[in-house]
Structure formats: structure tokens, C-alpha cells
């Protein structure tokens, strides 16, 4: 490896570090499991995706969307912290098991709405849970129980608490650049606010747990394996989802082409043995990794670099972690809560499409004030249904009138007594559940027509709704003794209609690849009917 590449990573690894530390800190205090948990987080996950995952500087460890889910599934284990590492256990296994499968892609497709509506409610329910703690109270597992009690908080405030919080929020938010371009403005408030507490001597709650030695060994809770799964799969595919938009952040700073399978694979391998040491699990985080390849980083080095200065600091500096007052982690949190808010949605709403802003909301709401992975779930079933119909919409039927010189005759005799007629319909768009019904209800303007030449524009296959609506129609014409002709473009369709039997109910030679061959076959059909009355 070249000397300035090793270089770039370690200024990589250096500033990825820098901005982890309050973050982990602060990401295991709001779980409700403690600092250190939130530190050896970061250092596992960083050293496990570097070792295992690919070759770029790709920084993990816990992360907004992560900690919510983390501490929505202590709540649910009744606070036991046992039970939590036994749900980070089966997660990783459940990372692993989608690692090798189809599923990475499915993120490609999910809607931007509801990715936009997940983060803002992620960045609101951090500011959410911080209040309580920035006014120096104890804090609450849920934005629901934080609101509650919110009255409560503002009116028992610790004065120094409070007065340390926003302390540290002057220093982060009006910290000139020239300064955080050599120090984070997030570090420098917990250095500054830190100091202030310990040389005026203030009475304020502070971090506690970050001990100078290696973490030991927890004996993980399995007993009621029932309750753990539906927690463990919701943060699998929360931090399997981030770590996939996290990559495509990283790919696209570091023009590289990572395997999404083994990214996955590797944070499910660090997430299982941050389970074993008591750690928080996390996923890949967009902000420390897009900070870390500006620096200089390239290599999956930066990431380990990143492990090791996170693991120096715990060895060396867990004394002052300590003493890190928790009003001032709250004020770190708030600022990580804004980041997450997709001001850029937020930028342009009056001009968004109103069905795309429903969709946000929604997820939005239910994700601050129900679950996360219902709001997910939500918002993506009704993303697919709001496409449905606009293509539904798109979709037409279009007729038109067939007229032979040779036939004209024959028909004109025929008019008066049977209204006999060939008539072409067009099905412009896709023929799918979203149009089979609109498609069907024009089928009730052809009262009179002999034959009806079907002509499906689409070479998309049918889904199994337009097969039944197609059967449907077929069942409608021949009770009013309409004789039904097919024209379709892909061969996969017609395999498809013979292997449902569909084939047979139309007639094999009433279905044609091409416009003019049904008509012509129509027209043949009509001068026999038309001889055959003659006669």
C-alpha cells in the first residue's frame, strides 16, 4: 500500500474517531445501557466491517436509526439488558442469513417518501428523548412517555444541568469553522462543558460505566426465544437498510463498487460479538464515513485506524468520559437529531406531489408514535398502491370500427337483423390488479359485435388479477355470443395463457402476434357467418 494512502486513512480513521466518541457515548446512554456500551460498540463494529467487509473506508457502529430501534426493543423486554444482547445476537445471525440472499436489493426499491419520512421521525424522536436529560432528569425508553412527562422535566429542572446543555449547544452551534475544521464543534462542547463541571464543582448527572480495561463476557437471555424474534428481525433490516444507503454514499465518494452481500455480512458478523461483549449493535454510518474518505481515507484501514484510536481512548481517557456531564450529551444529540431531518424533502414540500407528502407523514407519525417497522411497512404498501393506481390511470381502452369493401355488402343485409360487426379495442398501458377492473367495466360498451379483436400493446406478462379479469371478459363476450380474438406481442404471455388454460377458452388459432392477421382471420369468419344466413 502506498505511504500516502496509510496516511489518508489514518486522518480518516483519526477524524471518523473524533466524531464517533460523543456519539457512541451518547447512543449508549439514551439505550439505557450505559456509555461504554455505546464506545465498544463503535469499537467492534468499526474493526469488524474493516477486517471483513470490503475494502473501503466505510466507518460503522451505533447510529441514529439503530439506537431507536435498540432502545424500542429494551422497553419491550421489560429494561432487561440480557434480553437485549440475545435480540443483537439473533439480528446479526438474521444479517448473516439476508447477507446470502436476494433481499440486499429489495433497498433499491423502496420509495424515497418513506426513507424521508423514517429519518425525520428518527432525528425528532432523538430530540425527543433528550429533553428530559438536557433539563437534567433521568430519561425515558419512549418519545411517548418523554412528551408525557415533559411538563414534569421543565418544571424540576437542574439549573447547572441545563446551564452545562446549553453551554454545550453555543459551542456547537456557533463554534467558527476555522476551529471545527481542526475540532469537531461536538468533541470541543464535551471538552469545554466537561471542565466547566469539574472545576466549579457542579452537581449534575454524568456519564458513569467506562471503566480502563477490556469488556468481559455476557451471558445473553435466550429463555423466552418467542419475544426475541420479531425484535431482532426489525433490527436486522433497520441496520441491513442503512448500512446498504451508507454504502451507496460510500461507492459514490470513493467511485468503488462494493459487494453489497459482504458489507451485510460483515455487520452481521460485528453485530453478533459486540452481543457477546455487552455492546450496542449498530450499522454503517453515512456521516463519520463521508467525513473520514474527505480526509484522506480509502482503504478498509480507516475503519480498523478508527477502531483502534476509539479503543486507545478507552484504555487512556476513561476517567474524563465520566465526568462528561449527560446534559451536554443531550446537546450532542440534538445536533445528531437535526443532521438526520431530510432538510433537503424539507426544502422543497410545497412543490412535492401530495400523495408523496401522505406518505411521509404517515410513516413519519407512526414511527414516533406506534412502531417503526409497521411505519416502514406502511409507508411502502402505500407507495405501491399510489403507483398502481396512477399506471392504472394510464392505462385505456381504445375501439375502433372494422370496414371491408368485400363484406360491406353482406354486412349492410345483416345490420338491420343482427348488428353483426368486427371491432378492434386497444388496452394502452399495463393490464395488471390496478387496471383489471377499469378495464373490464368498458366491456359493456360493445352490446351488438361479432367478433372483438383484443389487442394488448404491452409485452409486460400478466400479474394474476389481469389473468382472472381476462377470463372474465372471455366469459362476458361469449354469453353474448361475441367471438373473442387475442393480439399479443410476447411469446412468454401466450406460454403464459396455455399453461392457465386460458389459450383454450379464447381458441389457439383466435390468438395472433400481430393486428392484421386477426383481422383478416375476423373478416374470413364474418363472410362465412355472413354465407352461411345468405344460404
Not at 470490503?54 to 421489560?78: E, Y
Not at 454545550?168 to 456557533?174: R, S
Not at 385505456?396 to 349492410?412: P, S
Not at 399453461?499 to 369468419?525: R, S
Request: charged share 15%; glycine share 6%; net charge neutral.
Amino acid at each position: 500500500m502506498k505511504k500516502t494512502k496509510i496516511l489518508g486513512d489514518l486522518t480518516g480513521g483519526v477524524l471518523g474517531a473524533v466524531i464517533a466518541l460523543p456519539q457512541a457515548l451518547a447512543f449508549g446512554v439514551a439505550i439505557g445501557v450505559g456509555a461504554a456500551s455505546g464506545l465498544w460498540g463503535a469499537v467492534i463494529l468499526c474493526f469488524t466491517v474493516g477486517v471483513f467487509g470490503c475494502n473501503q473506508p466505510l466507518l460503522s457502529g451505533p447510529t441514529g436509526p439503530a439506537a431507536i430501534v435498540t432502545a424500542s426493543a429494551l422497553a419491550t423486554l421489560g429494561g432487561k439488558p440480557e434480553a437485549l444482547f440475545a435480540v443483537i445476537f439473533l439480528a446479526g445471525i438474521f444479517q448473516i442469513i439476508i447477507s446470502r440472499t436476494k433481499l440486499i436489493d429489495i433497498v433499491k426499491y423502496i420509495p424515497y417518501p418513506v426513507i424521508s419520512g423514517f429519518m425525520n421521525a428518527v432525528g425528532t424522536i432523538l430530540i425527543i428523548l433528550q429533553l428530559s436529560p438536557f433539563f437534567g432528569n433521568k430519561s425515558f425508553a419512549t418519545p411517548l412517555l418523554a412528551l408525557k412527562n415533559l411538563s414534569y422535566s421543565m418544571l424540576n429542572i437542574n439549573e447547572n444541568a441545563f446551564t452545562i446543555g446549553l453551554l454545550a449547544l453555543a459551542v456547537i452551534f456557533w463554534t467558527p469553522k476555522k476551529i471545527t475544521n481542526i475540532i469537531p464543534s461536538q468533541i470541543l462542547a464535551l471538552i469545554i462543558t466537561t471542565l466547566a463541571a469539574v472545576l466549579y464543582g457542579l452537581e449534575l448527572p454524568t456519564v458513569q460505566g467506562v471503566s480502563a480495561h477490556l469488556p468481559n463476557i455476557i451471558w445473553a437471555d435466550f429463555s423466552n426465544l418467542k419475544m426475541l424474534i420479531i425484535p431482532a428481525l426489525i433490527i436486522a433490516i433497520v441496520c441491513s437498510s442503512e448500512s446498504l444507503l451508507t454504502n451507496l454514499v460510500v461507492d459514490s465518494l470513493t467511485k468503488t463498487n462494493c459487494n453489497n452481500n459482504k458489507m451485510v455480512l460483515s455487520q452481521g458478523i460485528g453485530n453478533i460479538i459486540c452481543s457477546l461483549f455487552g455492546a450496542i449493535c449498530g450499522s454503517g454510518a453515512t456521516m463519520r464515513s463521508a467525513a473520514a474518505i474527505k480526509a484522506g481515507g480509502a482503504t478498509r484501514f480507516c475503519s480498523i485506524f478508527c477502531a483502534i484510536i476509539l479503543l486507545l481512548i478507552i484504555l487512556f481517557a476513561s476517567d474524563f468520559a465520566n465526568k462528561i456531564p449527560l446534559s451536554a450529551l443531550a446537546a450532542v444529540l440534538f445536533k445528531v437529531g437535526l443532521d438526520i431531518v431530510d432538510t433537503k424533502l424539507l426544502k422543497v414540500v410545497k412543490y412535492a406531489p401530495k400523495q408523496d407528502l401522505f406518505v411521509m407523514l404517515a410513516v413519519f407519525l407512526l414511527t414516533i408514535f406506534y412502531d417503526i417497522i409497521i411505519a416502514v411497512s406502511t409507508g411502502i404498501v402505500l407507495s405501491a398502491l399510489i403507483f398502481a393506481k396512477q399506471l392504472a390511470d394510464k392505462t385505456n381502452v381504445k375501439f375502433k370500427d372494422i370496414e371491408d369493401k368485400h363484406t360491406i355488402e353482406l354486412e349492410k343485409k345483416l345490420q338491420d337483423e343482427t348488428g353483426y360487426k368486427i371491432r378492434v379495442v386497444h388496452i394502452l398501458g399495463e393490464f395488471f390488479f390496478g387496471s383489471a377492473t377499469q378495464i373490464i367495466s368498458h366491456f359493456e360498451e360493445i352490446l351488438g359485435t361479432k367478433f372483438l379483436i383484443i389487442c394488448y400493446e404491452s409485452e409486460n406478462t400478466f400479474d394474476i388479477s389481469a389473468i382472472f379479469a381476462l377470463e372474465d371478459i372471455i366469459t362476458r363476450l361469449k354469453s353474448q355470443e361475441i367471438i373473442p380474438h387475442l393480439v399479443i406481442k410476447n411469446s412468454q404471455i401466450f406460454e403464459q395463457l396455455e399453461k392457465l388454460n386460458i389459450a383454450d377458452q379464447i381458441g389457439k388459432e383466435n390468438i395472433f402476434c400481430n393486428e392484421e392477421e386477426a383481422i383478416n382471420h375476423a373478416k374470413n369468419l364474418l363472410k362465412l357467418e355472413a354465407i352461411k344466413k345468405r344460404n
